[in-house]
């Protein structure tokens, strides 16, 4: 299994331009998240997914769209970047079949960008 | 959300035992207590939980005090590989449904010395 895969992994963009970060995974799961760490700090959520057809905000979702067509797939979506969005961001999966105090999420590598 | 206190940084010399600690003094008798770590230049991967008795994997222990207001992740023989930033992550199984979002703080950076 390749587990989670993020692409791409660096990307440098102009303020007010558009991009979609890419999310997939092959181990099946229900659960999908977006989370975005600035320097030096923690991971912070911006979306996540419970399911194919279904996501909700997180606690940073201003400026990013997500969509969940698939269980595999789960893109970023940012509008009309923002310096402020410059960041790594980081997508992640869990099956989600116990309880939510037992479940673990898996990361992928992450994807470094940079708004200029 | 319960919070944690962990120490900005820590070293550690090549083959020793770590021990990395974890306050959290506001725990609900409920929450699961997560570790995870981030390699450099990495995403984060899960390392141990527990919710009241003491913890062994194949990666590391974690002790988890008797008031479980504390708890620490134990590394029984550091190698560089291990130098990362570790998180203390406290769970709450009664989460509304779908907000399992893990709550990171800032971490303890931990450096491995050859």
């Known amino acids: 299994n390749a587990g989670v895969t993020q692409t791409p992994k660096f990307r440098i963009l102009k303020i007010g331009q558009s991009m979609t970060l890419q999310c997939t995974q092959d181990?099946?799961?229900?659960?999908m998240y977006w989370y975005r760490q600035d320097p030096g700090m923690g991971l912070k959520l911006i979306y996540y997914s419970v399911g194919a057809g279904i996501t909700d905000k997180g606690e940073v979702p201003n400026g990013y769209n997500v969509s969940r067509s698939t269980t595999e797939d789960f893109p970023l979506r940012l509008e009309l970047a923002a310096p402020s969005q410059t960041s790594v961001y980081f997508c992640?999966?869990?099956?989600?079949?116990?309880?939510?105090?037992?479940?673990?999420?898996?990361f992928g590598p992450g994807t470094r960008l940079t708004v200029l | 959300d319960a919070k944690t206190t962990q120490p900005n940084s820590m070293e550690s010399n090549e083959e020793e035992p770590v021990h990395l600690p974890c306050n959290h003094s506001t725990i609900s008798g409920t929450d699961y207590i997560h570790w995870y770590r981030q390699l450099p230049s990495q995403g984060p991967e899960y390392v141990i939980h527990g919710l009241t008795s003491n913890v062994n994997n194949r990666m590391a222990s974690l002790a988890i005090a008797e008031d479980r207001k504390s708890s620490t992740l134990i590394l029984h023989r550091a190698t560089l590989r291990d130098a990362a930033v570790y998180y203390c992550?406290?769970?709450?199984?009664?989460?509304?449904?779908?907000?399992?979002?893990?709550?990171f703080g800032t971490g303890t950076r931990l450096t491995i010395i050859p």
């Open positions: 992550i406290l769970r709450d199984p009664y989460q509304s449904f779908g907000n399992e979002k893990l709550t």
């Open positions: 181990m099946n799961h229900n659960y």
């Open positions: 992640a999966s869990s099956p989600a079949g116990g309880l939510a105090s037992t479940d673990t999420q898996y």
